[in-house]
């Protein structure tokens, strides 16, 4: 269910040609932080031509906003870009469980009247979504501070960063257009840990200028998820560790 107060991951995907009117009416509605990357479709041509779909290269758009914002913005986008028509393009919100550092949220959060309450607990949430936007090519500093608090890898998207100037108002900092976007999934216990040890290490502060937040992930395939002693335990003896009740 939405919640007014609470804080979204909004991505927009749309074709190439199309993204440039998308920004301007997010600009228009008080949003110019975003992340853009480049995408391709995968749909079969079939359902490209029911769905009017006539570009396969893609835009993605990720953008931090509250959920009233949304709704102004889902409403702007029906009324101004015709969204609903086929071609145009999608967009959706998952919920953010967390930002790390407070400058870094007045940075997202800027102009939508956002009030940072308690930090709450999502009911059957095991695993979190890391992500982590570095100025690109730091991405093995940012890496490297994740396993100090247990990562075992992640996943880098090359994008492009809007809103310098909230970045040199809020972070005293000039951040690079080019980003490195790093995903990393990691147990919910682990959350805090891994994002205080990346601020620290590869932070504002640093070159590396990364800011985090974090996803609740509902379910996990093909992930090992057991301690990593465990792990090294089954390696030396060659057979699977027992099952600890």
Known sequence: MLNHSELYLMMTVTGRNRMPDFIRLYKDKGLDVHLISLG????????????????????????????HKWLEVKKAMSVRLRIEAPGVGISYIVPLSAIGGKR?????????????????????????LLVVISNQGYSEQVMDAARKAGARGGTVIHARGTGQEKAERFLGISLASEKDIILIVTPSEKKTEMMQEIMHEAGTGTKAGAIVFALPVTDTAGMILRPQSEELEEEESGEPAEEKN
């Open 40 to 67: 391709f479709g995968t749909a079969a041509e079939m359902y490209m031509r029911v769905l009017a779909l006539d570009e396969t290269e893609k835009m993605v758009c990720m953008t931090v906003v509250t959920g």
């Open 104 to 128: 870094e949220l007045m940075f997202l959060t800027d102009g939508q009247g956002y009030e940072r309450g308690a930090e709450k607990a999502l009911k059957g949430t095991e695993q979190e």
